[in-house]
């Protein structure tokens, strides 16, 4: 049954019959919230669980696909069916006694359902949303994933929506609460109906702030998490040639843990630029993290499609399986110097949108140098 068939179910004569227009407004925001909720939970959710995950559990039944985790991809959409399906039917049956009057049990009810389910159910689902597209997209290119992808998104239950499009709804769902619950307080009959509905409201804000604030930690978990599979340190002998370390005596230098290194950083800038070494150019990756900075060189998987390095980002390099070599040590944030080169300088030295990176030791000495070059003036800036 779609949300259209299910209204049309609903007798909503009442609604249309109120004579009294503040009334009428306040009972029109209940049925808004009480439509937009079949909408989200027939057409959105059911469509996930019922094609999506359902022909997913029954593929696996068969033997097919046994290797994708549905968690991964639907966390916890079954949770989010129940308590919408519960949250539906409960709105439903105070619509019916409210047309007569009866304010405090919608009240009640969307104290509740707020502070003991709806919230805490969407969080749980949030955050494993962009780990769920990440997995989703490590998927697409196996040809029995897209075909079983593609076999139900032709589904007319699906109405032309893709995975993708479902996947999001419950985010999009959340962040909506909080307009269609202000519609129905502004139309409130009383102060303090209107302040409780307030005091929801906040507590649904508050659990979107708390949401915004664990999802950026997490993306940027996750983000740390895959470059620390993809960064190579070479040892000492491999990066300086002047080393010499005899074959016997290497297994004494202990190699660099990078899980020390950036698993507990923040990442808040990365980019691909040009490095000039040895009158040659070479493109170059840069992550500034929060207390240092790492250059490192790209290499590409032979067997990943060749595109033009300028068109792509960092989570592209990583879905091609790249891998980024460190080409110098950390250079921490308060041992370097940024130096600009004018536009006069970089065009006589064939060097436009350049600049240098000095890495100074505590005695203020220059012990690397880094002339890098942007592909334009806005990105140097950047």
């Known amino acids: 049954m779609t949300s259209l068939e299910f209204l049309r179910d609903c007798d909503s004569s009442q609604l249309k019959s109120d004579s009294d227009p503040q009334d009428y407004k306040r009972h029109e925001a209940i049925w808004e919230l009480f439509t937009s909720e079949c909408v989200y939970f027939l057409d959105q959710l059911m469509v996930l669980k019922e094609v999506f995950l359902a022909m997913l559990t029954n593929l696996q039944m068969r033997d097919c696909l046994h290797d994708v985790d549905s968690w991964r991809l639907f966390a916890n959409l079954n949770e989010l069916c129940l308590v919408s399906f519960g949250f539906l039917t409960s709105l439903l049956r105070v619509i019916k006694e409210s047309w007569a009057g009866g304010g405090p049990n919608l009240l009640k009810l969307l104290t509740k359902a707020f502070q003991e389910s709806i919230c805490h159910c969407l969080q749980k689902y949030c955050l494993n949303y962009s780990a769920a597209l990440f997995y989703l997209d490590s998927l697409k290119n196996r040809e029995d ?11 007319q239950e699906c109405r032309r929506l893709q995975l993708r499009d479902l996947l999001v709804a419950p985010l999009q769902r959340l962040t909506r609460y909080p307009l269609l619950l202000k519609n129905v307080g502004k139309r409130s009959r009383t102060e303090e109906e209107e302040s409780a509905l307030q005091s929801v409201v906040e507590q649904v804000d508050t659990s979107i702030c ?37 074959e016997n005596l290497k297994h004494l230098l202990k190699s660099a843990s990078l899980e020390n290194l950036i698993s507990h950083r ?29 250059i490192t060189k790209i290499k590409r998987n032979k067997k990943s499609p060749h595109r033009p390095p300028q068109n792509q980002e960092l989570d592209q ?8 070599t ?9 041992r370097l110097q940024l130096k600009n080169i004018d536009q006069l300088n970089a065009a006589a ?34």
Request: glycine residues 4%; proline residues 4%.
């Open 145 to 155: 994933f897209g075909s079983y992808v593609k076999w139900c998104e032709r589904n």
């Open 210 to 246: 708390d949401l915004e604030g664990k999802v950026k930690w997490l993306d940027n978990y996750q983000k740390v998490k895959q470059l620390r599979d993809s960064l190579v340190w070479l040892p000492v002998w491999e990066r300086d040639k002047q080393a010499f370390v005899p």
């Open 266 to 294: 923040s990442l808040l800038h990365k980019g691909k630029l040009v490095l000039t070494e040895n009158g040659k150019l070479q493109n170059v990756y840069l992550f500034l993290f929060d207390e240092f900075l790492l």
């Open 317 to 324: 390099l990583l879905k091609e399986g790249c891998t980024f």
């Open 326 to 334: 460190v080409l110098d040590q950390p250079v921490s944030l308060d």
């Open 349 to 382: 030295s064939g060097l436009p949108q350049s600049f240098i990176i000095m890495h100074q030791n505590r005695y203020q000495q220059c012990i690397a140098a880094f002339i890098l070059q942007a592909p334009t003036e806005a990105v140097k800036v950047q």
